[in-house]
């Protein structure tokens, strides 16, 4: 437990109602979940206002409150901040004892590839023998345990005290997402970050922040905010990410593949198989961990395919480097690392190759049909999940850039579906959606064959498919069932992916 004053000397407070001082049992910002003896923090959410429910929170023990505005008719001592969300993640962390400066932190943001990168990094660490915590869209891994994730970024209390659980389980290495959304909500106001990456941005998420200028100024606080401590990591290749190399403080590693500059270049790319070999090269000094990495080149092999995974594999090895890793290591990871599912995934490697994508966005869309560029197969099907509740615009940037792809991979004809049974009432496909991706494909004169359903549409394209021919499987929520329905329509059980 700590001392009430003791705590709040963590915030700026503004105004002080029934000021008081009691032992804290814990912070709560849900009020359903309060104990006694508890500090309840009254969030403005984008559904509903915690301040509503600072009596309920009272009626189940809270003993204090962190407010916007005070409530006098609710007799607790409450204090007034600026930001209920900003003082939130500064209590918590001095509340659990600041668990962040125990460790090392990694914080990696990118409209496309957190994930993917995240886990590779994670591996990477703990062959080298790091004791390792991760935090992201899918789970959070406290060293051998792992728990479900129900956000990117967890709310600033909920990260600190799994941040509090890593450092007393002794994790010395934290790799974790950081979502746009967090960085908008202060989520991740108190965690000072040794290592932050910034791989790609594209247009993804405009509803939840208004404007793509919005959506890019919340994803790169985490550069921006970088202490000069710090490292930040960029991908020269990214306009955007490469734009904010002279935004920091933080000391900048870069790479790319497009032109020989900056840190670490990749070079002498093979992706004929659809997994790529290629040389990682030193361009300039750097030091790092006592470790000093001079210029010279090392042969990478990746296991998991796509051109994308070259990037965040360029993303992942930076990292390493900077925190002591060798070369050797980061080597044998990468070449056995199984991948994230559904991220270019080979799901069948047989008379014909299927492989699974999520397909999210434009971006997403040119790093995937980018890489077929690079690949030998004899003819090309792709199976698209038109997205549902995305409205009108996201579905003619991503058609466009489906056309885009068409045409320079000279297909004149696709298959798409509604996936009408196989998703859920927040994904449900509207006719504007369907007429927009239609009115696009009609106008770039590309024949489209479209299913209600999902089965129906994934054993069209078997139906058509020859030896040697590759199928993607591509789309988000409508495609997430996608491998097990293809395998299942093949006779396969299970959902492995082929080795």
Known sequence: MTKLQELLQAITITETYHAGDSEITGISYHSQKVAPGQLFVCITGYSTDGHKYLGDAVKRGAVAAIVERIQPEIDVPQYVVPNSRIAMARLASAYYGR???????????????????????????????????????????????????????????????????????????????????????????????????????????????????????????????????????LNLDDEYAASLATETRAKVITFGMRSGEGTLHCKDLDLSTGRAKFTVEILKPFEANGVRHEPGEFRVELRIPGLHSVYNSMAAIAIALLCGVSVATIQETLRTFGGVERRFQFIHEDAFTIIDDHFANPGNIDVTLETLRYMDYEDFHLVYAIRGARGPIINRENAESIVKWMNRLERRELIATRSRSHVNRHNVVSDEETDVFLEVMNEAGIEVKLFDELPDAIGSALGEAKRGDLILLAGCQGMDPGAEIALQLLGKPGTEAAE
Not at 118 to 132: D, P, Q, V, W
Not at 144 to 156: D, G, K, M, Y
């Open 99 to 233: 668990p962040a400066d125990r460790m090392t932190m990694i914080g990696i943001t990118a409209t496309n590839g957190k994930t993917s990168t995240t886990y590779m990094t994670n591996a990477i660490l703990e062959r080298h023998g790091f004791k390792t915590g991760m935090i992201g869209t899918v789970v959070v891994k406290i060293d051998e345990e792992r728990i479900p994730a129900e956000l990117t970024t967890p709310e600033s209390l909920d990260l600190q005290a799994y941040l509090k659980r890593m450092a007393d389980a002794g994790v010395s290495h934290v790799s974790m997402e950081v979502s746009s959304a967090a960085q908008e909500a202060n989520r991740v106001e108190s965690v000072d970050y040794d290592i932050v990456c910034f791989n790609n941005l594209s247009r993804e998420h405009i509803d939840s922040h208004g404007t793509f200028e919005n959506y890019f100024a919340a994803k790169s606080k985490l550069i921006r905010g970088a202490g000069e401590r710090s490292f930040a990591v």
